[in-house]
């Protein structure tokens, strides 16, 4: 059964730091990973796809890195800001096709 | 181009009544998703619809039930609700399957 483990729970961090929040997978056998931000009582956003094949995806101040056989991904955010603040999740795809998702990552970003 | 819509957005419900639940995805998306949000359990996932037939499905219970119509629309039925159906209830979206997901804003089910 695939699990879906995020680390830190929580984190905060002040204004115009580097941050790498991680993600980690029991079952390497994945279609893609999704990562999304989700602000609170909101929906989802995507933020990054990486389909199994690849190693990274970036967008903007975002870069998501794609180990496959060692069950990992994680989510660089650069030069953070205020409006960053928000729960980080990510998602895998298994080969069944269910999306499974992490418990997520409360980050705060102080000014 | 509109995002994915999902109404209501709020609901009260008491113990043993149902409910109905509507999404309308991405013009041109076929795939529609449906997931169960609470602070205890996290994201979960309920079912899968594409081409109007139920792809997938997880590890709820019968009372949890959905359709899909011609134009891709989705609708989710939660029958003889209890305390614990309390929810963000999430609709997501994609071309086929596999691809990028994309969210709706919820609604957002308290039962009393």
């Known amino acids: 059964k695939q699990e879906v483990t995020q680390i830190p729970a929580a984190l905060s961090v002040p204004e115009g730091e580097n941050l790498v929040l991680n993600c980690s997978f029991t079952?390497?056998?994945?279609?893609?990973l999704q990562w999304f931000r989700q602000d609170p009582g909101k929906g989802l956003t995507s933020l990054l796809l990486i389909q199994s094949s690849q190693r990274e995806q970036t967008s903007g101040r975002l870069n998501a890195s794609l180990d496959k056989s060692s069950g990992r991904s994680t989510l660089y955010i650069a030069a953070s800001q205020p409006g960053d603040s928000a729960t980080y999740l990510c998602?895998?795809?298994?080969?069944?096709?269910?999306?499974?998702f992490g418990q997520g990552t409360e980050l705060s970003v102080k000014p | 181009k509109a995002g994915v819509t999902q109404t209501p957005r709020y609901l009260i419900k008491t113990r043993g009544q149902q409910v109905t639940l509507s999404c309308s995805p991405i013009?041109?998306?076929?795939?529609v998703s449906w997931y169960q949000q609470t602070p205890g359990q996290g994201l979960q996932f309920l079912f899968e619809?594409?081409?109007?037939?139920?792809?997938n499905k997880g590890n709820f219970p019968g009372r949890f039930s959905g359709r899909q119509f011609s134009n891709s629309r989705s609708e989710m039925n939660v029958s003889t609700l209890e305390l614990g159906d309390s929810a963000l209830y999430l609709c997501a979206s994609s071309k086929t399957g596999p691809n990028e997901q994309f969210f709706g804003p919820g609604t957002r089910l308290t039962v009393l």
């Open positions: 998602a895998v795809r298994n080969q069944g096709g269910k999306l499974i």
């Open positions: 619809y594409f081409s109007e037939t139920q792809r």
């Open positions: 013009s041109g998306h076929r795939s």
């Open positions: 079952d390497s056998a994945i279609y893609n």
